[in-house]
C-alpha cells in the first residue's frame, strides 16, 4: 500500500498569511494526487485533483503543485473560512490512501 | 443536485454484523463508481472500500479485507457496505463518496453524504 505523511500534522496562521502544507508518497504517483477540506462536523470537500487542478468554485488563493513524491497546498492569503483541516489523498492505486491530516488553526 | 443520505448506523456489539445504505440521487448512479470512507472520532479519514459503476469490480482496506462486503443495486440506486465481525476499532462515522464524473474511474470523491456513526461496545 502507498503511505501518504502530510506535513505540518497541525499549525497556527492568521488571516492573510501564506500557508504551506505538504504531501509526500511512499512511492511515486504521479500526478494522482488530491486535496480535500473538512471542517469540524462535515464531510470533507474536493479542493484540488490531479496534484494542480482546482475544482469549480475553489477560491484561486489555493493551489496545488507537485509531482511523483513531493506535493504542496498552497493557500495565498488565509481567509477565516480557510481555518480547517486538510488531507491530501493518493489515487494512483487501491487503496487509495490519505495522509493523516493537517488541522490549520487560527493564531 | 446530487444527494448521498446514508443510514443504517448505530450501536453494536463487537462480533456482530451491520448493514449501511447509501441512496444517491441526483446523478445517474449507474454509471458512477462508488466507495465508502470512514473516520474514526477525533482522527483522520480512511479509505474503506470502491464498487465499480456496475459492481463488477470491489477493492478494499487491509483493515476490512474478509470481513466487510461492498455492493449496490443499481435498480434502487443504493450503495451498500455489509459489515461483519465488527471491532471497536470499526467505531467510526462511515460516509460514502461519489467517484467524480469521468470516462473512467479515478478515486476522486467530487460528492460525500453527511456521513453515518457506527459505534462498536459490548
Known amino acids: 500500500d502507498i503511505q501518504m505523511t502530510q506535513s505540518p500534522s497541525s499549525l497556527s496562521a492568521s488571516v492573510g498569511d501564506r500557508v504551506t502544507i505538504t504531501c509526500r508518497a511512499s512511492?511515486?504517483?504521479?500526478?494522482?494526487l488530491n486535496w480535500y477540506q473538512q471542517k469540524p462536523g462535515k464531510a470533507p470537500n474536493l479542493l484540488v485533483s490531479g496534484a494542480s487542478n482546482l475544482q469549480s468554485g475553489v477560491p484561486s488563493r489555493f493551489s496545488g503543485s507537485g509531482s511523483g513524491t513531493d506535493f504542496t497546498l498552497i493557500i495565498g492569503s488565509l481567509q477565516r473560512e480557510d481555518f480547517a483541516t486538510y488531507y491530501c489523498?493518493?489515487?494512483?492505486?487501491?487503496?487509495?490512501?490519505f495522509g493523516q491530516g493537517t488541522k490549520l488553526g487560527i493564531k | 443536485q446530487v444527494q448521498l443520505v446514508e443510514s443504517g448506523g448505530g450501536v453494536v456489539q463487537p462480533g456482530r454484523s451491520l448493514r449501511l445504505s447509501c441512496a444517491a440521487s441526483g446523478f445517474t448512479f449507474s454509471r458512477r463508481g462508488m466507495h465508502w470512507v470512514r473516520q474514526a472520532p477525533g482522527k483522520g479519514l480512511e479509505w474503506v472500500a470502491v464498487t465499480s459503476h456496475d459492481g463488477d469490480n470491489t477493492g478494499y482496506a487491509d483493515s476490512v479485507k474478509g470481513r466487510f462486503t461492498i455492493s449496490r443495486d443499481n435498480s434502487k440506486n443504493t450503495v451498500y457496505l455489509q459489515m461483519n465481525s465488527l471491532r471497536a476499532e470499526d467505531t467510526a462515522v462511515y460516509y460514502c463518496?461519489?467517484?467524480?464524473?469521468?470516462?473512467?474511474?479515478?478515486?476522486?470523491?467530487?460528492?460525500w453524504g453527511q456521513g453515518t456513526l457506527v459505534t462498536v461496545s459490548s
Open positions: 489523498q493518493q489515487s494512483y492505486s487501491i487503496p487509495n490512501t
Open positions: 463518496a461519489k467517484e467524480r464524473d469521468s470516462d473512467y474511474d479515478e478515486g476522486i470523491f467530487d460528492y
Open positions: 512511492q511515486r504517483i504521479g500526478t494522482y
